[in-house]
């Protein structure tokens, strides 16, 4: 089964309204041929609104978000609903980020709760998933990234992977210029897919696994080529026009 691929931009914690709108006219206009590759971008919260302005009247690019919390009206301050989210059109819901799960304290449990709530309002989660430095060096790479989705698993089936995402991230890889190779991430993509199909191979088959962690103009191409790689979670590279028009271009020609 071809898979569609999805280039995802996590900006993370920068911008600003002037900067989202000068982004997401260059993204336009380098994106506007592109056919065969899902496009979103995950602003800060803030600037939803610039951004679904800005991007009003094309089609190529989907906007996401960088976290939703679980409760949907009330006394929870500073929390972000669902509702919310879709009320600006947002659709990729990034959970379960490594910085989230470090600096916020997020569960393995906790992101499975996200994901459902996610999965309730039909917006679709984008699963972080990753080991740190440490636990790569002694062989725990498969055994971490499996807890993390059995925690989704356990509590809401397999079933509950149609149509979502899941972002491969080795930590030690974030924002570091280190990245894996394409022969490592894809035997760790193919290990979290064959995971997934050991409960329903329809599922694992369909299922849309990025790679994320220094991805950027230069190695994107080559980490395409490797089957289980179904595009890319992006951060630095995202916050400039043209490099992240590369690696969408990359994406589409790969899985064309």
């Keep these: 089964m071809a898979r569609r691929p999805l280039v995802m931009g996590n900006w993370k914690l920068n911008g600003s309204k002037a900067f989202t709108k000068q982004l997401v006219e260059g993204l336009k206009a380098e994106l506007k041929d592109v056919k065969g590759c899902d496009v979103a971008i995950a602003p800060p919260v803030m600037y939803l609104a610039e951004a679904e302005a800005a991007l009003a009247g094309q089609s190529v690019i989907a906007l996401g978000s960088q976290n939703v919390d679980l409760k949907q009206s009330g006394a929870f301050t500073g929390d972000i609903s669902t509702e919310m989210l879709k009320d600006f059109g947002a659709k990729y819901i990034i959970i379960g980020h490594s910085e989230r799960r470090q600096y916020h304290k997020e569960s393995d449990e906790f992101v499975a709760q996200k994901f459902g709530a996610l999965k309730e309002a039909g917006l679709v989660p984008v699963l972080c998933i990753g080991e740190t430095e440490q636990e790569n060096e002694e062989g725990k790479t498969q055994e971490v990234c499996q807890r993390q989705i059995d925690a989704v698993l356990n509590t809401l089936g397999v079933e509950a992977f149609n149509g979502a995402i899941i972002a491969y991230e080795p930590i030690w890889a974030i924002g570091t210029g280190k990245s894996a190779t394409p022969e490592q991430a894809q035997a760790i993509h193919k290990s979290i897919r064959d995971h997934i199909a050991a409960k329903s191979q329809a599922v694992a088959d369909q299922v849309i696994i990025q790679y994320g962690g220094s991805v950027n103009d230069s190695n994107a191409a080559d980490l395409f080529t490797q089957p289980d790689i ?27």
């Design 230 to 256: 179904d595009g890319a979670l992006v951060g630095g590279a995202s916050l400039k026009a043209d490099a992240f028009a590369v690696i969408v271009k990359a994406a589409e020609k790969a899985k064309a």
